[in-house]
């Protein structure tokens, strides 16, 4: 069974960074992609970044291109989601999520999702 862990979150001032960590288990993951997903209250789930496993090929949203990086390590099992110049609109939840297929992930339908770790940026 796939599991997969946020980590990282908190509450920080505008203008700072923080690397969410999204750990991976259950499964070989040499085909899938895993993505990063952001929902504010009262809004409609974002998508906000995902890689490759196998190529480390990167997809990022326009809103967060630029200020969010994310990355993975092989050895861990681990995806990260570097996060700079946080802004308060940034403030979400913020889950990662896995599948094979990027079309998958950048709708919102992928297979698997993690619980959750809340990114509050205070202005």
């Known amino acids: 069974q796939v599991r997969l862990v946020e980590s990282g979150g908190g509450l920080v001032q505008a203008g700072a960074s923080l690397r969410l960590s999204c750990a991976a288990s259950g499964r070989t993951f040499s085909r899938y992609y895993i993505g990063w997903f952001r929902q504010a209250p009262g809004k409609e789930r974002e998508f906000v970044a995902a890689i490759s496993w196998s190529g480390g090929q990167t997809y990022y949203a326009d809103s967060v291109k630029g200020r969010f990086s994310i990355s993975r390590d092989n050895a861990k099992v681990t995806v990260y989601l570097q996060m700079n110049s946080l802004k308060s609109e940034d403030t979400a939840v913020y889950y990662c999520?896995?599948?094979?297929?990027?079309?998958?992930?950048?709708?919102?339908?992928?297979?698997?999702w993690g619980q959750g770790t809340q990114v509050t940026v205070s202005s």
């Open positions: 999520a896995a599948d094979e297929i990027i079309g998958m992930i950048k709708v919102g339908r992928s297979d698997y």
